[in-house]
Protein backbone atom coordinates (compact mmCIF):
# COMPACT_ATOMS: atom_id res chain seq x y z
CA UNK A 1 0.00 0.00 0.00
CA UNK A 2 2.91 2.66 0.91
CA UNK A 3 4.66 1.86 -2.27
CA UNK A 4 1.39 2.93 -4.55
CA UNK A 5 1.15 5.94 -1.96
CA UNK A 6 4.92 6.75 -2.78
CA UNK A 7 4.22 6.73 -6.87
CA UNK A 8 0.74 8.30 -6.53
CA UNK A 9 3.32 11.47 -4.77
CA UNK A 10 5.86 11.37 -6.38
CA UNK A 11 3.49 11.60 -10.08
CA UNK A 12 1.53 14.46 -8.40
CA UNK A 13 4.75 16.22 -7.67
CA UNK A 14 5.49 15.51 -11.69
CA UNK A 15 2.38 17.12 -12.48
CA UNK A 16 2.63 19.87 -10.25
CA UNK A 17 6.05 20.18 -11.87
CA UNK A 18 5.01 20.41 -15.39
CA UNK A 19 2.29 22.41 -14.71
CA UNK A 20 4.11 25.24 -12.83
CA UNK A 21 6.79 25.28 -16.15
CA UNK A 22 4.02 24.97 -18.69
CA UNK A 23 2.82 28.30 -16.82
CA UNK A 24 6.14 30.11 -16.59
CA UNK A 25 6.86 29.20 -19.84
CA UNK A 26 3.66 30.81 -21.20
CA UNK A 27 3.86 33.72 -19.28
CA UNK A 28 7.15 34.81 -20.42
CA UNK A 29 6.33 34.04 -24.07
CA UNK A 30 3.03 36.47 -23.64
CA UNK A 31 4.53 39.63 -24.34
CA UNK A 32 6.68 38.44 -26.90
CA UNK A 33 4.49 38.99 -30.17
CA UNK A 34 5.88 39.87 -33.80
CA UNK A 35 5.98 43.98 -34.10
CA UNK A 36 3.38 44.33 -36.50
CA UNK A 37 4.98 47.68 -38.05
CA UNK A 38 9.03 48.25 -36.95
CA UNK A 39 10.06 51.69 -37.44
CA UNK A 40 13.94 51.89 -37.23
CA UNK A 41 16.44 54.76 -38.39
CA UNK A 42 19.50 53.54 -40.14
CA UNK A 43 21.91 54.56 -36.97
CA UNK A 44 22.19 55.47 -33.58
CA UNK A 45 23.86 58.52 -33.60
CA UNK A 46 23.68 61.36 -36.13
CA UNK A 47 25.66 64.51 -36.13
CA UNK A 48 23.55 67.73 -36.80
CA UNK A 49 24.03 67.99 -40.80
CA UNK A 50 23.54 64.57 -41.43
CA UNK A 51 20.48 62.90 -42.94
CA UNK A 52 18.23 60.93 -40.76
CA UNK A 53 17.27 57.52 -42.55
CA UNK A 54 14.23 55.87 -41.71
CA UNK A 55 12.59 52.51 -42.63
CA UNK A 56 9.24 50.97 -41.94
CA UNK A 57 8.31 48.04 -41.86
CA UNK A 58 4.48 46.64 -42.22
CA UNK A 59 3.99 42.83 -40.71
CA UNK A 60 0.61 43.71 -40.63
CA UNK A 61 -2.61 42.49 -43.34
CA UNK A 62 -3.78 45.76 -44.12
CA UNK A 63 -1.85 49.11 -45.29
CA UNK A 64 -0.34 51.67 -42.76
CA UNK A 65 -0.87 55.08 -43.94
CA UNK A 66 0.67 58.34 -42.96
CA UNK A 67 -0.43 61.99 -42.83
CA UNK A 68 -0.18 64.92 -45.96
CA UNK A 69 0.59 67.61 -42.49
CA UNK A 70 2.68 65.82 -40.59
CA UNK A 71 3.87 62.57 -41.43
CA UNK A 72 6.33 62.61 -38.41
CA UNK A 73 7.16 64.21 -35.64
CA UNK A 74 10.54 64.62 -34.34
CA UNK A 75 10.90 64.56 -30.51
CA UNK A 76 13.26 64.90 -28.13
CA UNK A 77 13.73 63.44 -24.13
CA UNK A 78 14.20 66.06 -21.85
CA UNK A 79 13.14 64.20 -18.72
CA UNK A 80 9.61 63.24 -21.18
CA UNK A 81 9.26 62.71 -24.33
CA UNK A 82 8.48 66.33 -26.48
CA UNK A 83 7.77 67.02 -29.84
CA UNK A 84 9.11 69.80 -31.76
CA UNK A 85 6.89 72.44 -31.94
CA UNK A 86 5.47 72.82 -35.54
CA UNK A 87 3.17 75.80 -37.28
CA UNK A 88 -0.53 74.99 -37.92
CA UNK A 89 -0.79 72.74 -41.12
CA UNK A 90 -2.59 74.99 -43.87
CA UNK A 91 -3.77 72.63 -46.34
CA UNK A 92 -6.53 69.23 -45.56
CA UNK A 93 -4.76 66.64 -43.74
CA UNK A 94 -5.33 63.68 -45.67
CA UNK A 95 -3.70 60.18 -46.27
CA UNK A 96 -0.62 60.66 -48.31
CA UNK A 97 1.30 57.37 -48.47
CA UNK A 98 0.76 53.73 -47.54
CA UNK A 99 2.92 51.02 -46.74
CA UNK A 100 1.24 47.97 -48.09
CA UNK A 101 1.03 44.77 -46.65
CA UNK A 102 5.00 42.57 -45.84
CA UNK A 103 6.37 45.92 -47.59
CA UNK A 104 8.63 48.23 -46.42
CA UNK A 105 9.64 52.08 -47.48
CA UNK A 106 12.30 54.46 -46.67
CA UNK A 107 12.65 57.85 -46.19
CA UNK A 108 15.35 60.76 -45.32
CA UNK A 109 14.95 64.02 -43.43
CA UNK A 110 17.63 66.49 -43.46
CA UNK A 111 18.44 67.25 -40.02
CA UNK A 112 19.79 70.70 -40.78
CA UNK A 113 16.58 72.01 -42.00
CA UNK A 114 14.89 71.02 -38.65
CA UNK A 115 17.00 72.91 -36.20
CA UNK A 116 17.35 70.06 -34.08
CA UNK A 117 19.17 70.04 -30.85
CA UNK A 118 21.75 67.86 -29.45
CA UNK A 119 20.27 65.59 -27.43
CA UNK A 120 18.07 61.99 -27.18
CA UNK A 121 15.75 61.95 -29.87
CA UNK A 122 13.19 59.77 -31.49
CA UNK A 123 9.82 60.47 -34.01
CA UNK A 124 6.76 59.77 -33.65
CA UNK A 125 4.81 58.71 -36.62
CA UNK A 126 1.31 58.90 -36.56
CA UNK A 127 -0.46 56.32 -38.09
CA UNK A 128 -3.69 55.26 -40.14
CA UNK A 129 -4.83 51.41 -40.19
CA UNK A 130 -6.48 50.08 -43.33
CA UNK A 131 -6.93 53.81 -45.00
CA UNK A 132 -6.77 54.76 -48.45
CA UNK A 133 -4.88 57.32 -50.14
CA UNK A 134 -6.72 60.71 -49.88
CA UNK A 135 -9.18 60.07 -46.97
CA UNK A 136 -9.24 62.05 -44.47
CA UNK A 137 -6.38 61.11 -42.40
CA UNK A 138 -7.03 59.69 -38.51
CA UNK A 139 -4.48 58.22 -36.12
CA UNK A 140 -5.15 55.02 -35.35
CA UNK A 141 -1.79 54.33 -33.47
CA UNK A 142 1.42 56.07 -33.05
CA UNK A 143 4.83 54.05 -33.80
CA UNK A 144 8.11 55.00 -32.32
CA UNK A 145 11.38 54.74 -34.30
CA UNK A 146 14.51 53.23 -31.81
CA UNK A 147 16.13 56.12 -30.01
CA UNK A 148 18.64 57.80 -31.76
CA UNK A 149 20.91 60.85 -30.68
CA UNK A 150 21.96 63.93 -32.25
CA UNK A 151 25.85 65.51 -31.84
CA UNK A 152 26.57 69.24 -32.79
Not at 52 to 61: A, C, D, R, Y
Not at 110 to 118: A, C, S, Y
Given at each position: ????????????????????????????????????????????????????????????????CFS????????????????????????????????????????????????????????????????????QFR??????????????
Amino acid sequence: MSEKIEKLRVLVYALLIFTFLGGVFLYSNSGKEKELVKTFTEKKRYSATEELKVEIKNNMEESVCFSSCYPYFMQSEEGIWSNYLYPQCEKKNLVENCIEPNDTKAFGILLNEMFVKPALHRLAIPACIGCIVGDQFRVDKILYTNEFEIKK
